[in-house]
Antibody, heavy 121, light 107 residues
Framework: QVQLVESGGGVVQPGRSLRLSCVAS????????MHWVRQAPGKGLEWVAV????????YYADSVKGRFSISRDNSKNTLFLQMNSLRVEDTAVYYC??????????????WGQGTLVPVSS | DIQMTQSPSSLSASVGDRVTITCQAS??????LNWFQQKPGKAPQLLIY???NLETGVPSRFSGSGSGTDFTFTISSLQAEDIATYYC?????????FGGGTRVEIK
C-alpha cells in the first residue's frame, strides 16, 4: 500500500533553515509528481510546492518562493523540502502528498501523516 | 491566483439531515476540483475529485456537483462520524488553492 512518511520537523528559530524529508513506498515513486502542503495550527490548508516526476520542473506558492526549495532523489524514493530564512508564519504541519499521476498536477488521496515545524525564538 | 470562496464557514445539523456546502472559484476552473474531509489531528482525506467523482471507498452519501465557478458538496444523510472540516481545492491552475473550510458539527 502507498505510504508517505515525513521527517525532519522540529522547533527552529526565525531566520534559520530546516530540511524536511518524505520517504515513499508502495508505488513507483519516479512515476509521480509530488507536492508539499502545509497547515498552520488551527488554520486551513495551503499548497506549498510541486515537483515533476523527474525533478525537471518545480513550482512554488508566492509565500515561500525564493526561500523554500523542493527536490527529490528517485534512487532513494525520497522527497525533500529545504526551508531557508524561516519566519514565524511558516509554523505549520507540513504534509507530503502524491500527485494523481505524472502529467497534470492534481493532489491525490495519498498524504503523509505530516511533520510539525514550529518557528519560534 | 484563483480564490476559492467556501460557505458556510461552519454549520450545525442533526443526524440524518442533508448538508450542503458551496465553493465558488474566482475564475473558470472547469471541473478541476477536489473535496477533502479532515478530522482533528489527521491528514485530509480525499472524498471527491473532478468535481463529482467519488473516490474509491468513500460512502455514497457524499456527492459533488458543479463546473466552471460554482460547486456544491452534499452529505445526503449526516452521520455522527461525518463530524469534520471539509475543504474544496482547485487544481486547474498553479498555485493550487483551497477554500477556507467548513466545520460541520452535530446539533
Amino acid at each position: 500500500q502507498v505510504q508517505l512518511v515525513e521527517s525532519g520537523g522540529g522547533v527552529v528559530q526565525p531566520g534559520r533553515s530546516l530540511r524536511l524529508s518524505c520517504v515513499a513506498s508502495g508505488f513507483t515513486f519516479s512515476n509521480f509528481a509530488m507536492h508539499w502542503v502545509r497547515q498552520a495550527p488551527g488554520k486551513g490548508l495551503e499548497w506549498v510546492a510541486v515537483i515533476t516526476y523527474d525533478g525537471s520542473n518545480k513550482y512554488y506558492a508566492d509565500s515561500v518562493k525564493g526561500r523554500f526549495s523542493i527536490s527529490r532523489d528517485n534512487s532513494k524514493n525520497t522527497l525533500f523540502l529545504q526551508m531557508n530564512s524561516l519566519r514565524v508564519e511558516d509554523t505549520a504541519v507540513y504534509y507530503c502528498v502524491r500527485n494523481y499521476g505524472s502529467g497534470s498536477y492534481r493532489i491525490s488521496a495519498f498524504w503523509g501523516q505530516g511533520t510539525l515545524v514550529p518557528v519560534s525564538s | 491566483d484563483i480564490q476559492m470562496t467556501q460557505s458556510p464557514s461552519s454549520l450545525s445539523a442533526s443526524v440524518g439531515d442533508r448538508v450542503t456546502i458551496t465553493c465558488q472559484a474566482s475564475k473558470d476552473i472547469r471541473r478541476d476540483l477536489n473535496w477533502f474531509q479532515q478530522k482533528p489531528g489527521k491528514a485530509p482525506q480525499l472524498l471527491i475529485y473532478d468535481a463529482s467523482n467519488l473516490e474509491t471507498g468513500v460512502p455514497s452519501r457524499f456527492s459533488g456537483s458543479g463546473s466552471g465557478t460554482d460547486f456544491t458538496f452534499t452529505i445526503s444523510s449526516l452521520q455522527a462520524e461525518d463530524i469534520a472540516t471539509y475543504y474544496c481545492q482547485q487544481y486547474d491552475n498553479l498555485p493550487q488553492t483551497f477554500g477556507g473550510g467548513t466545520r460541520v458539527e452535530i446539533k
